[in-house]
């Protein structure tokens, strides 16, 4: 039986390990899950388990928040720049045209770099000059700190997916494009979420359009501003509250080495023996019929019925 279970293993992994080779699997697909190996090969869940857990060692997947296991792209060349022979042990380069060349641009987007790839943990003025190949301390004559350096990064990714010139006519249209948009930042950027701020909003002028768009939309429509500005606010905090889920989770994947879904199956078999008491038969007929976590989808859900709620305001303003 083991000898089997070993043998299933390998051919499994060899096969998905082909796909990926082969292209047939691109950088971004999704891998097969646990369950879906568990159904498709008729192995054990902690054999699915282990396949992904060895293609994540290989190299071949990554786990994204929300989404599942995808293809990992190929690992990017190492940077000429970052060489012992450039730098120095305090991480400054000998060369003056690598010090020359440097420009708010090229820090903050270093910055931007390191954070969607490693987590926002990671970001450091240290971090960022050795991803650059200069000495630390030529960091600050571009930028103050670290806190500067972040406002800088949020600015800048948010810049790069400006809300459209032409809104659309209708509120509820206008307000889910723009919340839509901020949710697709998020993804992109699991640490804009945790950075931004709520009750210390930082100074990011790329972000005021996005109230200005709410504000306008919603005022335009027959709410005060007051009423307009806390709608705005809601819902900003409601993208972020579902989106802070994103780094948390890629966080708890680099510590425990496990993806949501196989830190899961950790925990099923506590959760059936609580079941099996009978307290709980709503959770029990949930977990035999099975529930799939997906943050797009809850994204969704609750977008949805925050503007039903933003509807009915508008209808007894028009009604007042």
């Excluded at 600050?140 to 997916?161: C, F, G, P, Q, S």
């Amino acid at each position: 039986m083991g000898g089997q279970a070993v043998s299933r293993y390998g051919r499994i992994v060899a096969e998905l390990r082909q796909r990926i080779e082969t292209g047939e699997l691109a950088p971004g697909d999704r891998v097969p899950s646990t369950r879906e190996i568990t159904k498709q090969w008729g192995v054990a869940m902690a054999t699915a388990t282990k396949v992904l857990s060895e293609l994540r060692r290989e190299g071949l997947v990554r786990a994204v928040p929300g989404v599942g296991t995808v293809v990992a792209a190929p690992n990017r060349p190492a940077r000429a720049a970052r060489t012992a022979a450039a730098a120095s042990p305090d991480g400054s380069s000998d060369r003056p045209s690598v010090q020359a060349a440097l420009t708010l641009g090229r820090i903050v987007g270093a910055a931007v770099r390191v954070a969607d790839t490693e987590g926002l943990a990671a970001v450091s003025m240290r971090r960022v000059a050795a991803e650059l190949g200069v000495a630390t301390m030529s960091l600050y004559r571009h930028v103050a700190d670290k806190d500067d350096l972040l406002t800088r990064m949020m600015d800048t990714v948010i810049a790069e997916h400006p809300l459209p010139a032409d809104p659309p006519a209708g509120w509820r249209e206008a307000i889910e494009l723009a919340a839509r948009q901020l949710w697709g930042l998020f993804r992109r950027h699991p640490w804009l979420a945790p950075a931004l701020s709520v009750t210390r909003p930082q100074m990011i002028t790329s972000a005021l359009p996005y109230s200005e768009w709410m504000l306008a939309t919603l005022h335009a429509h027959g709410l005060d501003l007051q009423s307009a500005f806390t709608a705005h606010l809601t819902l900003l905090n409601y993208a972020r509250g579902i989106a802070v889920n994103l780094e948390a989770e890629r966080e708890a994947e680099a510590h425990s080495g496990l993806d949501s879904e196989e830190w899961m199956n950790t925990q099923e078999p506590a959760l059936l023996a609580v079941l099996a008491t009978g307290r709980f038969p709503a959770l029990s007929r949930l977990a035999t019929a099975g529930y799939d976590l997906d943050l797009d989808d809850l994204f969704e859900f609750g977008l949805q019925r925050l503007l039903g709620g933003i509807a009915s305001l508008l209808d007894e303003g028009s009604a007042g």
